[in-house]
């Protein structure tokens, strides 16, 4: 489609957006929202008829990218035939979505309760461990996010914890291994993996093993940073939780349906959870809709017991729908295969030749369609481009290479001193060194702030 400018209607968009929307994560008079036209495939335009390549994936959802004709007809045709209905019943769109999901789960993990979201997925998965196991406390890693919901946003690693810290939550975090910024002092993946795993078991052990109900991870961390654990790290976290009976559950809500190059991350690593959390891609984020796969030792515990949780549109007959016509397009259309093809063959050389040109560049990693950049001050330090939790005139340097970015016409995805490379997961080969050329651009100005 060819973006019609029509200013005047984007004005009134943003006006009534800046007069009565509440943005989340934001202070309120600080920001500039864009106002979105349209979008289609990897890219979205404004009513100025500026085009981007959305190398964002809208937040790491649009797996198979923007209005995709059969999701959109499937929303339609469910919509005209049962536009929703109560979840204590059962509907067509709702087991057969559920059905999909269990037929590409690893394991046993062969019962699916819906929820809205990835955030009150990972607090169903918390509250059933709980149940299941009789235990108070959960353990999650530094460097993670889970969700902005109370309890998910304790689980949380990251800055975005703090404000709401309670401190009463029951949760306790560990470092999880990260060889580029180690806190182990390793020098090699097999260091990093063994000294985070004696972390992680002492942890347990001061905690003590009879409290503890579960340990959450990201089986890759998205936000904190695209952090691929070291072979062996998240065998031995699961048998670390079979010796001390904790349930392992792990959030595969950014890291699932194709954006590894796999259906979920846990296939690259032979490794089956307890309990697994997902959304956003399950249905490129059309309708909202998350869950949790359940084990069948879990699924027991509340086999005659009820289990004490639930929403109002939980399997919502829209959502559901739109997830069955995306599952089956990603199956039909190869697109977990193009994730990990493209990722092989054209985005991380691609990337290491960006590394190897621009010394704001520290580290690159990542797979399939999920990639980030360390950006870096000094490469010889690794000191940050920019400060930890940097606002304001110390964030510059990033808001500068963003804004670089944008005028190169692709949308980047920054993080605190990361930019992440996370396009749809169908993303051609030619949008791709599309938006890779761009960001080549876009790291010239980053360099201007190394040393």
């Given at each position: 489609m060819t973006p019609q400018p029509n200013p005047e209607a984007g004005a009134a968009v943003k006006?009534?957006?800046?007069?009565?929307?509440?943005?989340s994560w934001s202070a309120q008079e600080l920001?500039?929202?864009?106002?979105?036209?349209?979008?289609?495939?990897?890219?979205?335009?404004?009513?100025?008829?500026?085009?981007?390549?959305?190398?964002t994936s809208g937040l790491v959802y649009t797996n198979i990218g923007y209005q995709h004709p059969k999701v959109v007809a499937a929303i339609q045709e469910q919509a005209a035939t049962l536009s929703t209905f109560a979840p204590a019943f059962a509907v067509e769109a709702r087991s057969e979505a559920a059905r999909l999901i269990a037929e590409r789960t690893p394991g046993d993990l062969d019962k699916i309760f819906f929820t809205n979201g990835g955030a009150d997925a990972v607090e169903h998965a918390v509250r059933m461990a709980r149940l299941h196991t009789g235990r108070?406390?959960?353990?999650?890693?530094?460097?993670?996010?889970?969700?902005?919901?109370?309890q998910a946003v304790n689980l949380t690693g990251d800055p975005r914890r703090w404000p709401s810290d309670s401190g009463t939550a029951g949760v306790v975090h560990f470092w999880a291994p990260f060889l580029y910024r180690s806190r182990f002092y390793a020098e090699s993946e097999e260091q990093e993996c063994a000294r985070a795993l004696e972390h992680l078991e002492t942890t347990i052990a001061f905690e003590g093993p009879s409290t503890?109900?579960?340990?959450?991870?990201?089986?890759?961390?998205?936000?904190?940073?695209?952090?691929?654990?070291?072979?062996?790290?998240?065998?031995?976290?699961?048998?670390?939780?079979?010796?001390?009976?904790?349930?392992?559950?792990?959030?595969?809500?950014?890291?699932?349906?194709?954006?590894?190059?796999?259906?979920f991350a846990a296939d690259l690593f032979d490794v089956v959870p307890?309990?697994?959390?997902?959304?956003?891609?399950?249905?490129?984020?059309?309708?909202?809709?998350?869950?949790?796969a359940i084990s069948g030792a879990i699924a027991e515990t509340f086999g005659k017991r009820a289990y004490p949780g639930g929403l109002t549109y939980s399997g919502?007959?829209?959502?559901?729908?739109?997830?069955?016509?995306?599952?089956?397009?990603?199956?039909?259309e190869g697109v977990a295969e193009n994730a990990a093809r493209l990722g092989t063959e054209v985005v991380e050389p691609a990337l290491r030749a960006l590394a190897e040109r621009h010394p704001s560049v520290g580290e690159v990693r990542g797979v399939g369609m999920f990639w980030a950049l360390d950006l870096v001050k000094n490469r010889e330090t690794r000191e940050p481009l920019v400060p930890y939790n940097a606002a304001g005139e110390a964030n510059a340097p990033m808001a500068a290479f963003?804004?670089?970015?944008?005028?190169?016409?692709?949308?980047?995805?920054?993080?605190?001193?990361?930019?992440?490379?996370v396009p749809p997961c169908n993303v051609s080969e030619a949008e791709l060194k599309e938006g890779l050329a761009a960001l080549d651009v876009a790291l010239s100005v980053a360099d201007e702030y190394t040393e």
């Open positions: 006006a009534a957006d800046r007069a009565h929307v509440f943005h920001i500039d929202p864009l106002a979105v036209a349209g979008a289609e495939g990897s890219y979205f335009w404004d009513y100025e008829g500026r085009k981007y390549l959305d190398f108070p406390k959960v353990l999650s890693a530094y460097r993670s996010y889970h969700g902005g919901t109370q503890v109900a579960a340990i959450v991870l990201e089986t890759i961390p998205g936000t904190a940073g695209i952090m691929v654990p070291p072979a062996g790290y998240l065998a031995g976290v699961r048998e670390l939780c079979d010796k001390y009976g904790i349930v392992f559950v792990l959030d595969e809500v950014m890291a699932g349906f194709g954006r590894t190059g796999r259906w307890d309990l697994m959390t997902f959304a956003k891609g399950v249905n490129s984020g059309y309708v909202p809709l998350g869950g949790v919502h007959p829209l959502a559901c729908a739109a997830a069955v016509a995306t599952i089956n397009v990603m199956a039909e963003a804004a670089a970015a944008k005028k190169q016409g692709v949308w980047p995805f920054v993080n605190m001193n990361r930019t992440h490379v």
